[in-house]
């Protein structure tokens, strides 16, 4: 699948003509009244006293979500299973890797046969680029596809949950200057953040990573690149660091991980060059000592597992959403 | 275990004194009444609306179903995982050759475990064939169990889907001629469906392989078997094909794939020998090119996809009797 | 973590200053009224009809249990399974070392992820003594852990389960001998259950094993060693046999298995050296012909089954206290 195609939004079919969502794909395509609207939605999935939780755990009763990962990541899984179940759906996660693709089934044979299960909803996961949205062209109307991650195109929720978050502790985005440090060639989780931020308005973007890290015209997103953090960081109000795949490692691409903490790692000297309250972000999970010091990841100023709570609720809610937007639960 | 034993009704315990079901092992030794009244009962659960579903997911309510699967199969687990969780009961996931059969445990000890923790259903697969059995001579009476699939010998749930299958698109059995195409020799799907289609009084029933996968005396059965897939098409109305196992390539049975494609790959041209308006049936997943043209398994004369909805329902039906015929529902 | 701070029972947070359980870590540090109270709440979740199971199954809905099993074990995870889902739990099975301490995280960060995710019960296994123990003093005062085996240190739900079969099959523990045989060097379930017995005042607990097997010191432990097998067994009431892992017959420990069963192995002459009446008990999953013989495993006098079923209840009883004496059900 050309890449091209992925980030046309009137190729995605995520929205449906009367502007209500139907897939969770990409940020691209979407508005900023659509980032909004799943933004405050997700607020009632936190904290819920245990009359709302009951009240929650019946949105998705009788419905099924497949837990689709070709790719395995027991971390994104788990937040999906614990979210579906939290909403009262019937949850079952497969890697089809070990199943019936493994015999010669195609992807598309294996989605229409769960499909023909009565699936509501599929969560899908996979290394390459634009298998959720080769999907969500060929499911019937009443099927939900959200993207977990495909290849180094998206990762929509996990940036989801980082606007929530970011939202609830530093306030509106367009009055806030971001930094995303780390791995950017390789990280959907990357793209997908420089999507939202820029859809929500920030004052400004910026990535930060060395040289062989960094895609070639990255600044057409609306980024400005810098390779040397501690330029980089100045006026920033919230860090976003991104986790460093060790297996790149062995390749050209960085010299050594003492190499790295010490070029491009945050610790405290760092994040004090940010601005006063600067706040720390990370999708985990974590390399300490790699890209991110331990005191730094522990501190009053990391967000990061204010990330993973917010997770839970943005993905009850993006869930609730899909499904309520098709009819079923309030046509 | 011999497999003489594994056909012998009077020893297979299957249906009480009273003639109810209290395991679903074979088609052979159940009655055309027993099918019968499966097959209506399975109606109730396709197309079910919210208030049916939740009605149903209470005939379940406090039971454990444990798929155990001594053999892999995604694909067959987890429709039973599906219609376990709709009828409301704790489905547990093993694959005890990770467990505790490596760590010397016999089948019978990891069986008589899990009862004691008061699993009601067991769903067996397993390579051998007779291991359903085996567990059904050693149970009590509360427990039921359901075979999913043993060795060369039976996968009666697979041929009770595909009766519903037939009779929801075709109607009356007794007035159709069918052809059961690939692998008969290995296929326990092919022996459960022939004993169903006859015990259904099928009009016709025919086997089409190569000879080297047709077993000797396979017209004891109640079968004629064909060669010539051309020859044995002939104004058969229902073609059900079979999975062909890619592994069987390498050794001398067939001689490759493009070789069995030609030979007795199902295509367009050969469809339309068959009688007019005749449907083609495959237990899935399809190896496409190979036992199957791909126009063909997509075209609106494919029932694969009904067979898969079909199969939740008809096993919904099979554990709900199964429980039922126990007292624990209406006694 | 040095093995004196593990068994320090000021150091084990297990206990909150009101004298309620937190945690289920170890037998050691807990009195005889605890035992006694979990105990006697064990029996409400032992053939409880229908009305009474759906009131137990409210008793932990809207919470979130996690099996956290470094170290495999399908057997006791689903116990736990079973045991949560019973309740009315959302059941989330993680496996860590195929998951994110494989990419660098620590146990703690993935406990901290997953508490994160508003989890209210870890169960965790793992290889190394000591792990439930770290955990549990990292947690903040909502989440609970139960130690569901850590190295050879402590398995403390197996030797509450086995206090219950034991008062079920032969009243009160005071009356009682107790033989433990096997492989009590290595053995946690052996630590656990010495501690459970002497401390319900059992009137004498003897080990039996080979001199290779066995802790130097262990009558510190308030037992006495027996390498023996005819002579420790006289006039024993109850005898708990170990599983003997398989891997340590090619080490120095033990010749072989028929040498072993020939001097260690249980069967029926040797039952009978044992007391009028004696029962046997094993955790399993058995080697039969190794440290028991068939016969003797599926006699009258097994309590092998018994030990599985109350394994369930009192787990749940477990859960239930653990959770209410957080105040979540009565406060």
Same mark, same amino acid.
């Given at each position: 699948m050309p890449s091209q195609a992925i980030n046309t939004s009137s190729r995605?079919?995520?929205?449906d003509d009367a502007g209500r969502l139907k897939h969770f794909l990409?940020?691209?395509?979407?508005?900023k009244a659509q980032l909004l609207r799943l933004l405050d939605s997700?607020?009632?999935?936190?904290?819920?006293?245990t009359e709302k939780q009951k009240e929650q755990a019946?949105?998705?009763?009788g419905h099924t979500v497949v837990?689709?990962?070709?790719?395995?990541?027991t971390r994104t899984r788990t937040t999906f299973e614990i979210a579906g179940k939290r909403l009262g759906a019937a949850v079952i996660n497969l890697n089809p890797s070990r199943m019936s693709t493994r015999k010669g089934e195609t992807v598309l044979d294996t989605v229409r046969t769960l499909e023909a299960m009565?699936?509501?909803?599929f969560v899908v996961r996979d290394h390459a680029s634009g298998t959720a949205h080769l999907i969500a062209r060929h499911v019937p109307p009443h099927v939900h596809i959200i993207n977990a991650g495909d290849g180094r195109h998206a990762h929509p929720t996990q940036a989801m949950l980082d606007m929530y978050t970011i939202r609830e502790h530093k306030?509106?985005?367009?009055n806030l200057r971001f930094a995303i440090v780390g791995d950017?060639?390789?990280s959907r989780v990357a793209r997908s953040q420089i999507a939202a931020l820029n859809l929500l308005g920030a004052r400004e973007v910026r990535v930060i990573a060395p040289a062989t890290l960094l895609p070639t015209e990255?600044?057409?997103?609306g980024v400005t690149a810098f390779t040397d953090i501690d330029e980089g960081l100045k006026d920033i109000d919230v860090i976003m660091m991104l986790r460093l795949q060790? &297996? $790149?490692?062995?390749?050209?691409?960085?010299?050594?991980t003492q190499e790295y903490f010490r070029c491009y790692g945050l610790n405290r000297v760092r994040l004090n060059r940010?601005?006063?309250?600067a706040v720390v972000m990370h999708p985990g999970p974590m390399n300490r000592g790699l890209e991110i010091a331990s005191d730094v990841a522990d501190s &009053? $100023?990391?967000?990061i597992l204010s990330q993973v709570t917010n997770g839970i609720a943005v993905r009850m809610a993006i869930m609730a959403q899909l499904v309520d937007a098709a009819g079923v639960q309030t046509a």
């Open positions: 995605t079919p995520q929205v990409t940020i691209e395509g979407l508005d997700a607020s009632a999935f936190i904290g819920a006293d019946s949105l998705l009763e837990n689709l990962f070709f790719e395995d990541s009565d699936t509501d909803i306030g509106d985005i367009s950017i060639l390789h990255i600044e057409r997103l060790l &297996e $790149r490692m062995e390749g050209k691409l960085i010299p050594s940010a601005a006063p309250g &009053e $100023r990391s967000l």
